[in-house]
């Protein structure tokens, strides 16, 4: 995973709540065995449309989506983190995330910011009045700045140094495996498994 | 003061804890599909690591399956290339799988609880969301993503900040033609699709009591639309005679133990909720969606909503969106909407209960001539039984069409999918926009009100026929 320290880029506003994962990516899109080239799926139906903000010409550049409420809801599909970041996207912000898309996302170095719905609206008159302002994300300072405005968000302090440091989650969980190992010698026998066959 | 049920549940399986971070948690079981698990096979190999439990994990092939000609070769050939990969990885890391033609094939939240590897205090995950239904049973059981797949493959753990806990109390009885599918979009319609996030949800309460096991499984499967990872309800006699006789239930003094321990799994009077939810069970309807994301649902008595009535902008905007997609004017009367098609089936009401109610309203019945009904059991075993019920029959001859066993519909990965524009009312859990299929308009509901519904033409509770 790479490591996130800081990132500047210009923003995609998409005001909608409840961007469920299927509109993220589709499932149609989800047969590939390999975790690149999902930018193709990226909000497929809604790309179809040219109104739609990912295809106006002023927010091709965007590496920040700033999104409703309740963003990444419904299906654990890891496929949405990983089309968010083939097509180029860096960090989203918004006022809720829905659990498993937020757990995805700090797995593969996805940043998400939790701000509240009223600082992501006036980001968004920002962005449309605007397209090309600069947003700066600071994870060490946890700091969104753009404009004259500087915000703080909360992330806990684990997940942090994780992200900056780049970590593996499962190499880390390896250094505990003698503790597995205790656990494992201590589990009651009647728990069931799934070998032999019965 | 005591603990609540999950709380007892976290705290069994923490491996290490440490103040700032994460808990490891030991997972005692991991399920596995095609769609979420190929890149986490590809990592292993990369990192030349192992599956650390093979005894702890099972596989089948549910998502993208087709629901016939089950016994030719997969027409699509990147679903093709997906369910040979799973072939190929159970095979080189020595997993278990039920392929396509197998008697315990079918969807994986299905298959868990008739093997009765499904069972009370444990800890079940799979890269699928409706891993919640797991919950029924008094498990600790939540979907995940490709990453921690990978993570529980290699080390059997994950490390997981412990959600806060909420009570949803359910108390009274529910009235005839009311179904635990009516008790939980009740549920989202009350907090939201966003109300669970953060949580583990517990249903309680004498409503919830009352419930059959495979109701049970219906609402916990049905959480992560209103946000929670996981939901539960405690074990009582019911799971326990559910789960006695399966083939992977614990025999003798195995089984002794297993039910000393099991009953200690219930929430602690002096426990305290971070959150509790109270709805009234006599006051139930059947339940039908009308938008485009599951909380967006009312008693099929009521009409359309007009959005200028919502007070919160977002929801406002949400409404209008949904519906312009759904292609539907405030006021209209919900049973006055017409359907193309009507899906039986899903990890939600795919089990031979929800056959049987069913086929119960279908008996002796045509299906209207303007609409299309598919049954897809929830697993060839689920499927076996109906056919030796005589379900089959039951459905074939009132017009249907008698599917074999996988997710099909509920997420049109395989060829089972709404046309543009084409509006389904459906058993499942999901009616996000082209959820079924590009286009494709979708209205939850109970198996009761499929049936009806398919009967009659317009959204419809056995009560209207």
């Known amino acids: 995973m790479e490591k996130f320290i800081k990132h500047t880029g210009s923003a995609l506003p ?48 965007a590496t920040v989506l700033v999104a409703g409420p309740d963003f990444g809801t419904g299906s654990s599909r890891e496929h949405a983190v990983w089309a968010l970041q083939n097509y180029g996207f860096k960090v989203i912000l918004s006022s809720r995330f829905a659990d498993i898309f937020r757990g995805n996302s700090q797995k593969m170095g996805l940043l998400t910011v939790l701000l509240p719905q009223d600082e992501i609206e006036k980001i968004w008159q920002v962005v449309e009045s605007k397209p090309d302002t600069a947003i700066a994300v600071d994870l060490a300072a946890r700091t969104v700045s753009y404009a004259d405005a500087t915000l703080n968000f909360v992330i806990d302090d684990y997940t942090r140094w994780r992200l900056m440091e780049g970590l593996d989650d499962i190499g880390l969980t390896f250094t505990k495996i003698n503790e597995v190992t205790k656990f494992e010698e201590k589990r009651a026998v009647y728990k069931p498994k799934t070998l032999p066959i019965r | 003061m005591g603990k609540t049920l999950a709380e007892k549940i976290w705290s069994e399986h923490v491996v290490a804890a440490a103040a700032g971070e994460p808990d490891l948690l030991y997972i005692d079981l991991h399920l596995i599909h095609e769609v979420t698990s190929p890149q986490a096979f590809d990592g292993l190999r990369i990192a030349g690591r192992k599956v650390r439990r093979p005894d702890l994990t099972i596989a089948t092939e549910d998502h993208n399956v087709p629901t016939l000609n089950i016994d030719k070769p997969i ?15 159970c095979a080189e890391f020595g997993v278990r799988l039920h392929s396509l033609g197998d008697v315990e094939q079918g969807i994986v939240h299905v298959v868990g609880p008739q093997l009765g590897i499904t069972q ?35 080390t059997q753990t994950l490390p997981l900040l412990r959600p806060k806990t909420m009570a949803i109390n359910v108390e009274g009885s529910l009235k005839a033609g009311v179904t635990s599918k009516d008790i939980i979009l009740a549920v989202i319609a009350k907090i939201g699709t966003g109300g669970g996030q953060g949580y583990i949800l517990e249903y309680r309460g004498s409503a919830i009591r009352a419930l059959s096991m495979e109701a049970r499984m219906t609402i916990c499967n049905m959480s992560i639309e209103a946000g929670a990872r996981a939901g539960l309800i405690a074990p009582d006699q019911i799971t326990f005679d559910y789960v006695q006789g399966k083939a992977h239930a614990p025999v003798g003094a195995d089984w002794d133990s297993a039910l000393t321990y099991w009953k200690t799994l219930t929430t602690d009077i002096d426990a305290k909720f971070d959150k509790e939810i109270n709805l009234n069970a006599d006051e139930l309807a059947p339940f039908v969606t009308w938008g485009t994301n599951p909380g967006q649902g009312l008693p099929l008595t009521a009409s359309v909503p007009n959005p200028a009535d919502f007070s919160n902008a977002e929801d406002r905007g949400a409404a209008e969106r949904a519906l312009e997609y759904m292609d539907l004017k405030p006021g209209t009367p919900l049973k006055s909407i017409a359907v193309d098609t009507v899906f039986l089936g899903s990890c939600t009401n795919g089990r031979i209960e929800d056959l049987r109610s069913a086929a119960q309203v279908l008996k002796g019945k045509k299906i209207a001539s303007s ?48 046309k543009p ?45």
């Not at chain 1, 299927?22 to 047969?31: F, G, N, R, S």
């Not at chain 2, 996000?432 to 049936?451: C, D, M």
């Open chain 1, 14 to 61: 998409l005001r909608r709540s409840n961007v469920d994962t299927d509109q993220i990516i589709p499932a149609v899109y989800l047969k590939r065995i390999t975790k690149n080239g999902f930018e193709d799926g990226l909000f497929a139906a809604w790309r179809n449309d040219p109104a739609f903000e990912l295809n106006q010409s002023q927010y091709k550049a």
């Open chain 2, 371 to 418: 609409l299309r009904l598919l049954v897809v059991p929830g697993s060839a075993r689920v499927r076996l039984q109906a056919e030796a019920e005589g379900l089959d029959k039951v459905f074939l001859d009132a017009g249907a069409e008698w599917r074999s066993a996988g997710c099909s519909m509920c997420l049109g990965m395989n060829p089972d999918q709404l």
């Open chain 2, 75 to 89: 027409a699509d050939p990147v679903s093709k290339l997906q369910v040979d990969t799973l072939r190929k990885n």
């Open chain 2, 120 to 154: 009370p205090g444990m800890t079940i995950v799979c890269g699928d969301s409706h891993t919640s239904t797991h919950g029924a049973f008094g498990a600790l059981a939540f979907g995940i993503g490709t990453s921690e797949v990978e993570h529980v493959l290699a």
């Open chain 2, 421 to 465: 524009g084409e509006r389904a009312a459906s058993t499942s859990n999901r009616n996000f926009e082209g959820r079924q299929g590009k286009g494709g308009r979708t209205h939850l509901v109970s198996p009761l009100v499929a049936a009806a519904t398919a009967l009659k033409g317009t959204l419809a509770s056995p009560a209207d026929l």
